[in-house]
């Protein structure tokens, strides 16, 4: 039994859809940064189906998929690096107390 595509694109917005309630209503930076990684894990759900479901031949939706996870990888490191910084100086991660470049 193969899959449809209709499951993967459902599975896609549902993440995508819990990724952008996260983004929203959160104020931790690292549950932010997680969210941010639930929205991109929902855009490579969407590659490889339309991939799997337009074109099994070739491989293009997965060379797209690699790279948004490089992508991601290089964002989860540089965002923590970031939040470890303003940690250290804040002794908070709430979005709220991140005023450093206000005036």
């Known amino acids: 039994m193969q899959l449809q595509l209709e499951y993967f694109l459902l599975l896609a917005a ?4 819990i990724g952008i309630y ?6 931790n930076a690292v549950r932010v940064l997680m969210s941010i990684e639930l929205l991109l894990n929902a855009v490579n759900l969407n590659l ?9 031949q070739n ?10 996870i490089t992508v991601a990888a290089a964002e989860a490191a540089v965002g923590l690096a ?3 910084a303003i940690y250290r100086n804040r002794d908070t991660v709430d979005m709220e107390q ?5 005036w």
């Open 59 to 68: 491989i293009k939706g997965q060379v797209f998929t690699v790279f948004v």
């Open 14 to 17: 549902a993440l995508f859809c």
């Open 22 to 27: 996260g983004l929203i209503t959160s104020r």
């Open 82 to 84: 970031i939040v470890l």
């Open 48 to 56: 490889m189906g339309f991939s799997n479901f337009l074109d099994p």
């Open 98 to 102: 991140f005023n450093l470049l206000k």
